[in-house]
């Protein structure tokens, strides 16, 4: 079955760096654009980067541009999400997914209904 296990997370102070992993098992993931959401408390699960499965370009919403990276191996079947200059509303927990592109969708939807457990990246003096 599809799965995603997500890893990498942890306390970390302001301005401080993570690099999150997913592991991806249960479908063809070089054939995938893959995204990373995350939910922080009390909020609604968002996306926050995507990276295509041809030309591996990629999309970042606004409030991480510029800080955050996403990559893939596709020989590890792995997206990484490099994420710099952390602030305090970064702190939230972050999944991944396969995403299938929507025509009237400016980001992939979530390909799959399973998710992983996320990784917790808490953002804190």
């Known amino acids: 079955q599809v799965q995603f296990v997500e890893s990498g997370g942890g306390l970390v102070r302001p301005g401080g760096s993570l690099k999150l992993s997913c592991e991806t098992s249960g479908f063809s993931f070089k054939g995938y654009a893959m995204n990373w959401y995350r939910q922080g408390p009390g909020k609604e699960r968002e996306i926050v980067a995507s990276?295509?499965?041809?030309?591996?370009?990629?999309k970042y919403v606004d409030s991480v541009k510029g800080r955050f990276t996403i990559s893939r191996d596709n020989a590890k079947n792995t997206v990484y999400l490099q994420m710099n200059s952390l602030k305090s509303e970064d702190a939230a927990v972050y999944y991944c997914n396969a995403g299938v592109t929507h025509p009237d969708r400016e980001y992939p939807l979530p390909a799959f209904h399973s998710w992983g457990q996320g990784a917790q990246v808490t953002v804190s003096s």
């Open positions: 990276i295509t499965s041809t030309d591996h370009s990629t």
